[in-house]
């Protein structure tokens, strides 16, 4: 096993690469064009939404399930 110096310095570099690919996860969101219409439940995404939030697919009515979605991935992808 490493000395405790490596081992800050191992979580050191795992903390950067997650920043980096949460950073290039979000632009590219960015440079998605939102959804008018929700790939959940097919009712209308507002234009202030879509302005707010660009690259969104859900209403805000269905955005929260797929939050939690997300987050099991990235914390799998992490494991």
Excluded: F, W
Aim: glycine letters at 8%; proline letters at 5%.
């Amino acid at each position: 096993m490493g000395s405790p110096d490596e081992g800050a310095l191992h979580a050191v570099i795992l903390s950067e690469n997650e920043q980096h690919r949460i950073r290039s996860m979000l632009l590219a969101q960015q440079a998605r064009v939102s959804n008018l219409i929700c790939d959940d439940c097919g009712g209308d995404i507002p234009e202030q939404r879509r302005a707010v939030v660009p690259g969104c697919q859900y209403c805000v009515s269905c955005q929260p399930s797929h939050e939690g979605v997300t987050r099991v991935k990235m914390l799998t992808k992490m494991l």
